[in-house]
């Protein structure tokens, strides 16, 4: 835990390595004993960390380093944190930011968060949950959303604007068509039974037979398949049930 003390024994000066391997953290403090510590945090994870005393350095900082993440401090000379928070998500919405700050009140923590903050950690802290929540704020930004169109073969299918086409052409598909191919795409190659698809695509308070089940896919490869006859997408496993193989 960081605290007042700690502060106190952070003397010296010392030079950060020049070279590191993660990427830049910006970090904007007026405190320059926090500003120490903060910058050894950070260097001892192999991050670079450049160095803001005030809002508007910190700005002019943002703009030119395009830096990972952004430690933030609220109560800042020239440019207030809140006001800078918000701007830096104007110019860089996927740069997560951080706040440090003394201020423990829920109402500033929501208030951050409704200006764009990825998190909030309140001071005194410990290293190692600041560098931990940065990371993580980090590796949300970078993960992959999910995209809602789905390719095989020459079809095309988007799950959010319910549309669909094969070979360039529109193909028109009922919601609960959709609903279906959903759930084969979400679990390709596994076999699929007829009991299965009924509870999870029609639903436990439906009462529809096995035979709804083989007349809807046989529906799909009608569109969908280049063959419907001799299917090679939306296969039957016999004495089993359905199998979707992208």
Not at 32 to 39: A, F
Not at 195 to 214: A, F, I, K, M, Q
Request: net charge negative.
């Amino acid at each position: 835990m960081i605290t007042d003390t700690d502060l106190m024994d952070e003397g010296a000066e010392f030079d950060t390595p020049p070279v590191a391997n993660l990427g830049t953290i910006l970090v904007i403090e007026d405190d320059p004993r926090m500003q120490k510590v903060l910058r050894r945090i950070f260097a001892e994870e192999h991050y670079a960390v450049v160095v803001a005393g005030d809002g508007q350095t910190g700005l002019e900082l943002f703009k030119s380093e395009h830096p990972l993440a952004v430690v933030l401090d609220l109560i800042l000379p020239r440019i207030s944190g809140r006001e800078l928070c918000q701007t830096f998500k104007n110019l860089s919405n996927e740069t997560p930011i951080v706040v440090l700050s003394a201020i423990s009140e829920v109402v500033d923590k929501v208030l951050l968060l409704e200006l764009g903050a990825d998190d909030y950690v309140t001071k005194p802290f410990s290293p190692r949950e600041l560098t931990a929540r940065v990371q993580a704020a980090i590796r949300r930004q970078r993960k992959p959303i999910p995209s809602s169109v789905f390719r095989f073969a020459d079809c095309e299918i988007d799950f959010k604007s319910m549309s669909a086409r094969r070979g360039g052409v529109p193909v028109v598909l009922t919601a609960h068509e959709f609903k279906l191919l959903k759930f084969f795409t979400d679990n390709a190659d596994r076999v699929l039974t007829r009991e299965l698809l009924l509870n999870e695509v029609w639903g436990y308070n439906s009462y529809p037979t096995t035979r709804t089940v083989d007349n809807q896919i046989l529906k799909l490869r009608q569109k969908l398949e280049p063959d419907p006859a001799n299917p090679r997408y939306l296969l039957t496993i016999y004495g089993a049930g359905y199998k979707f193989v992208p």
